[in-house]
């Protein structure tokens, strides 16, 4: 039968989070009741206590409920609730869990957390966790905290954490755990079976075990798999796979995280130069980095920030967004420019203006279209030298046949629509053209970006919108001025 606690567990995160609120509300409601008591009807001492009892008993009752639910649960509930309710339950969660669900939640959400903390509660906290996991958290903590955390340490998980930290936080050796077994090859499988039950537990996703010299150089892994089925006399030599997936610490993360997507890894082994076995990457933590990376990749094509809190305050978010706006507000008045150009030829024909607005959003469209492609082709490094010029030969190709399909739908429905045979003639060549400049806005702008070291995705839909509407507005209304005024 399964417990309260594993029930709560295995619930929707929108239903705990749900009853957590409705927790919460009820909270308030009774310490409002409380405080009205309390200056009132002073005289009614009894039933004032009774009210407390009852307010304390929620917060035992709405702890119950964060203590029956997983780390990551938690860390969902927290960033969903305005500061002043994150922080309550953030006091209600036992102190041996601070460290885990930490972990879990966003950069944003982590700094709110642990301006609330004091220093021997971030230290204990961080202490609870894995070599790795301290890695992961310590770029986030007061500098005092560090240096308290690293002498608690013993010797050699302190070694562990400094080589983590060593490393770009996009890399391997960042991301990379210390806990592993390894065997050596000339031993049975048997031998193998008996030393696994003697350590009595293995660590989260060991799916294999790595084999090594006496150096400590890698040699091959044994999957689990292979060691239940075969007889238990034969040879680890014979059975092991020497060629295994690999990766050193310097390698990039993103590089990782595809060969694991594209070969179904559950862990690899991470060696140094003489290939010695340092450390492993296991699926969790690949899962978390792309999901990082993804969020990221979001949040900068909207021009927002990663670590913008969903409930931070007005001034700070509204700070977060000026770099995107002021951006935007320039590119635009730049295209206004481009209007203000031809503002005699608008007041000519007050079609012009009606129809513009038409070209520079085929165009955008068309571009985003490109531009995903790019970002995608860039982010999976399936872009080369070799197949670049090819590509933008086919962008070209496909805004050219766009061009003359949707730019001849769209003359004619000029034609329908104002009567004008030229007017018609040169909104399908502004379309054609627009599609084209767009094409290759989409293709350029992400490339530009990587060449200048950022991630393709920052800032290349500005760049993009920039392009297609100021060219849409110069090749339409320059056109129509040139063969129809």
């Known amino acids: 039968m399964i417990d309260q606690h594993e029930a709560q567990a295995h619930a929707p995160v929108e239903e705990n989070l749900r009853q957590v609120m409705d927790a919460l509300a009820r909270h308030k ?66 102190a041996e869990r601070d460290g885990e669900i930490l972990l879990e939640v966003s950069d944003a959400v982590r700094e709110s957390l642990i301006e609330s903390m004091d220093n021997r509660e971030l230290v204990a906290a961080a202490a609870s966790l894995d070599t790795d996991e301290i890695a992961d958290l310590a770029p986030d903590l007061p500098k005092d905290v560090v240096q308290e955390l690293m002498k608690s340490l013993d ?95 310097s390698d990039d993360a993103s590089d990782a995280a595809q060969a694991f997507e594209r070969y179904d890894l559950i862990s690899a082994p991470v060696v140094d130069a003489r290939e010695r076995l340092v450390g492993r990457l296991t699926v969790d933590v690949m899962m978390d980095y792309i999901r990082a990376e993804s969020e990221q990749d979001m949040l900068q094509a909207a021009g927002l920030r990663e670590d913008e809190d969903l409930f931070t305050t007005v001034w700070k978010a509204a700070k977060n967004r000026w770099l995107w706006l002021g951006i935007n507000l320039c590119t635009a008045l730049f295209a206004s420019r481009v209007v203000g150009a031809f503002e005699g030829s608008i007041e000519k024909l007050a079609a012009l203006a009606a129809l513009m607005p038409i070209v520079a959003g085929m165009g955008g469209n068309s571009g985003s279209q490109t531009l995903t492609l790019m970002v995608r082709g860039l982010a999976l490094n399936l872009i080369s030298k070799d197949n670049a010029k090819r590509l933008m030969v086919k962008e070209m190709g496909i805004a050219l046949l766009n061009g003359l399909l949707w730019g001849g739908i769209m ?25 084209m400049v767009a094409s290759m806005a989409g293709y350029f702008a992400p490339v530009i970006i990587t060449r200048l070291g950022h991630d393709p995705a920052f800032g290349a839909h500005v760049l993009l919108t920039f392009i297609t509407d100021s060219m849409g507005f110069l090749i339409f209304l320059g056109l129509a001025t040139l063969l129809l005024l």
Do not use: C
């Open 411 to 435: 003359g004619l429905v000029t034609w329908g629509l104002y009567g004008s045979f030229p007017l018609a003639l040169v909104m399908s060549a502004a379309m054609l053209l627009n599609l």
């Open 29 to 94: 409601l009774v310490e409002e009741l409380v405080h009205k008591q309390e200056t009132s009807r002073p005289e009614m001492p009894r039933h004032a206590l009774v009210e407390a009892l009852v307010h304390k008993q929620n917060l035992v009752d709405l702890s119950k409920k964060l203590d029956g639910l997983h780390p990551a649960d938690v860390a969902y509930i927290l960033e969903a609730l305005p500061l002043e309710d994150r922080l309550l339950v953030w006091d209600l969660v036992k």
């Open 155 to 249: 010797q050699a998980k302190r070694a562990q954490v400094e080589s983590s930290l060593s490393y770009d936080e996009d890399s391997v050796g960042a991301l990379m755990d210390y806990d592993f077994v390894t065997i050596r090859s000339e031993v049975t499988l048997e031998v193998a079976l008996r030393y696994l039950r003697m350590l009595g537990d293995l660590s989260s996703h060991t799916d294999k075990l790595f084999v090594v010299e006496r150096d400590g150089r890698l040699v091959g892994v044994l999957p689990l798999k292979r060691l239940l089925i075969h007889d238990p006399d034969v040879h680890v030599a014979a059975v092991m796979s020497d060629a295994p997936v690999r990766f050193h610490p």
